[in-house]
């Protein structure tokens, strides 16, 4: 088949530092909110590390980074999305001088990838607050974040300049709605935290960013600086309006976060639930002012879609979404909950393409599954993961028929490329790479790398720029 991707489409995968480098104390760094999360969001947080924490060893990336770009090259990636741990670079987030070793790690891991011709796409934040900002200033309740933020980010801009291209301020910015703790380093527990204080939380997130945006333009003028949202295309249950109108505000309060980021203003969709549950944004003088720094980009995970209704007694939720959310009775789900809409990503792009008509970049999208290591006809070491293929494809497929629809799309990252721990569970088996790591959910196992099917497969998809794709016609 003739392919809709455009020649010069960026290909690749998908990680976060915390969840596949480990070295989670060498060379200098600090401890970050996920070394007091050893199982994710499910139970509490723990006073320290402690040893049944998967993240602390990750994927040992930190020191296997070249085998694994390597294998990436022999892939194809265009591009490689990875974050950069803030406590690497500033050990608890409020020193004046960073950490040097640090910054060697990323310089050499970012050297690799040029080795192979892959461009490093670069996450500021990705759900790893340093934990001493989140204890002492209560994470992003607190305004002065915005100058630790902004340190942070203008040591990163003037090191990594003419290395890295393309940037994302935070990742997900609109979990915080969901996850304070993970997402914005709120150490306040969830129950307890008013609206007003998670809101004026995430006004300084936004200013942070705008202004990330603003000193990337002046001190690297070639790079890209996007936002990257947490994507779910909300539809109603039924045709009832009753649904239509509860499914318009559920997309509202998901919106606002690319609304600002896109457009450099508050929508005034906002005004009428801040003003129903007493919120009141403190604006300081020049906030106004930065937020015009708008993205150049618009980036986003895509998972699932759910569904909203205007009715109490319809309200059955789907277990395993990030946001709560009703099933949708016409899709499947996977092993761990989460339905599966590959259609709901073309909906998606199309939406953001003619809202704010700024190019979009899926930066995670992939079947989180439990994969089982055979041994095939030739002995080799591998996983047989169809599922994960046919799901890849049909959500590649849908990316192709949004570009037919006039769409401008940077690119693709397919999540956690390589095995790597689970964000939402902290656990080995939920995987989702192309390649598999030898470790399990109880810590054991030799580390080792196997490619499995889908390995292959993506390889192909990669070398004939989605032509391999195969059509259903959907």
Known sequence: MTTPFPKDFLWGGAVAANQLE????????????????????????????????????????????????????????????????WSRIFPKGDELEPN??????????????????????????????????????????????????????????????????????????????????????????????????????????????????????????EAKIGCMVLSMPTYPLTPNPDDVVAAMHAEQRN???????????????INRYFKANNINIKFEDGDAEILKHTVDFISFSYYVSICETGDPQKRVEGKGNLFAG??????????????????????????????????????????????????????????????????????????GEAIEDGVEVMGYTSWGCIDLVSASTAEMKKRYGFIYVDRNNDGSGTLDRYKKKSFHWYKEVIGTNGASLKSDNH
């Not at 909110?33 to 060893?57: A, C, F, S, W, Y």
């Not at 980021?261 to 508050?266: C, D, M, N, T």
């Not at 999208?365 to 293929?389: C, F, H, M, P, S």
Request: with cysteine; proline share 4%.
């Open 22 to 85: 480990g070295a989670y104390n060498t060379d200098g760094k600090g401890l970050s909110v996920q070394d007091v999360m050893p199982h994710g969001i499910t139970t509490p947080r723990t006073e320290g590390p402690t040893e049944d924490n998967l993240k602390l060893i990750g994927i040992d990336f930190y020191n296997r980074y070249k085998e694994d770009v390597k294998l990436f090259a022999e892939m194809g990636f265009k591009v490689f999305r990875t974050s950069i741990a």
């Open 255 to 269: 919106d606002i976060f690319a609304d600002i980021h896109a457009r450099g203003y508050y929508p005034k969709y």
């Open 326 to 399: 009703v099933q949708n009775p016409y899709l499947k789900a996977s092993e761990w909950g989460w339905q599966i809409d590959p259609q709901g990503l073309r909906v998606t792009l199309n939406k953001y393409w003619d809202r704010y008509q700024k190019p979009l970049f899926i930066v995670e999208n992939g079947l989180g599954a439990a994969d089982e290591l055979v041994t095939d006809e030739n002995g080799n070491k591998t996983v047989n993961d169809d599922y994960r293929i046919q799901y890849l494809n049909d959500h590649l497929v849908q990316v």
């Open 100 to 221: 040097e070793k640090g910054l060697q790690f990323y310089d050499d891991l970012f050297d690799e990838c040029h080795k192979y011709g892959i461009e490093p796409l670069v996450t500021i934040s990705h759900y790893e607050t340093p934990l001493h900002l989140s204890k002492t200033y209560d994470g992003w309740v607190n305004r002065k974040m915005i100058d630790f933020y902004e340190r942070y980010v203008t040591v990163l801009f003037n090191r990594f300049k003419g290395k890295v291209k393309y940037w994302l301020t935070f990742n997900e910015i609109n979990s915080i709605l969901e996850e304070p703790f993970m997402s914005g380093g709120i150490f306040t527990p969830k129950a307890e935290l008013s609206k007003q204080d998670l809101y004026q939380a995430i006004h300084h997130e936004l200013v942070a960013s705008a202004l990330a945006v603003k000193l990337g333009h002046e001190i690297m003028p």
